[in-house]
Every structure is written in structure tokens, then in C-alpha cells.
């Protein structure tokens, strides 16, 4: 069982930045790689970002490609999605979930997600 709490959401302006954290409960989190997703009103829950278990191997959505990282430190069981230059198409509800492998995340499998944390963005 891996418990997800995610943490580091706000309001910022277009332009700006924002670090988002969820930290994980657990002793697999190292065995899972994980994942970001964001849900904005009205909208379907859309990938973001997933890293592999070991933070060897790292994909992104191309709306996020070049403006968001994702890192994670499995000594401290946390996986955490740097956003820059933050547009307001990106204001959502973002999730981390823990996931098989970067395929699964992807396809939206994923065997725990916490509760969310919301990013707004101001034009």
C-alpha cells in the first residue's frame, strides 16, 4: 500500500513558477515509478509527467515539454514536478500517482493517486 499527498500547489501568474511535492508513504515507493496528472474543470484527468523508478528515464506531455521537470529522491520517498514559465491553460487540479512503469502511467494505469493539489494561473 503507498499512500500519495501532494503539496506545493497555489496561485502565481502567467510566467511564473511553482514546485509541486507528493510525498509517499510506504516501503515500495522506490519499486514504482510515478507520475503527474492534472484535471481542469469540465476536462478528462490528462498525463503530465512520469519518471521511472529510479529517475533514469523521465517523459512528458508535449503541452508541458520544455517548461516542467520531474525529479524524485527515493530516500526521502518524494516525487516533485518543477513547473517554469506557467500559463494559464495549465491552471488544474494536479495528482501524482505510482504506477508499474512510465507505459503504464501513460496509458492512465495506475495503482494509487492522492488527493490533489490545485495550480491556478493568472493572465
Known amino acids: 500500500q503507498v499512500q500519495l499527498v501532494e503539496s506545493g500547489g497555489g496561485l502565481v501568474q502567467a510566467g511564473g513558477s511553482l514546485r509541486l511535492s507528493c510525498a509517499a508513504s510506504?516501503?515500495?515507493?522506490?519499486?514504482?515509478?510515478m507520475g503527474w496528472f492534472r484535471q481542469a474543470p469540465g476536462k478528462e484527468r490528462d498525463f503530465v509527467a512520469a519518471i521511472s523508478w529510479s529517475g533514469g528515464s523521465t517523459y512528458y506531455a508535449d503541452s508541458v515539454k520544455g517548461r516542467f521537470t520531474i525529479s524524485r529522491d527515493n530516500a526521502k520517498n518524494t516525487v516533485y514536478l518543477q513547473m517554469n514559465s506557467l500559463k494559464p491553460e495549465d491552471t488544474a487540479v494536479y495528482y501524482c500517482?505510482?504506477?508499474?512503469?512510465?507505459?503504464?502511467?501513460?496509458?492512465?494505469?495506475?495503482?494509487?493517486w492522492g488527493q490533489g493539489t490545485q495550480v491556478t494561473v493568472s493572465s
Open positions: 510506504g516501503r515500495t515507493f522506490s519499486s514504482y515509478a
Open positions: 500517482a505510482a504506477g508499474a512503469s512510465i507505459r503504464d502511467l501513460i496509458a492512465t494505469m495506475y495503482d494509487y
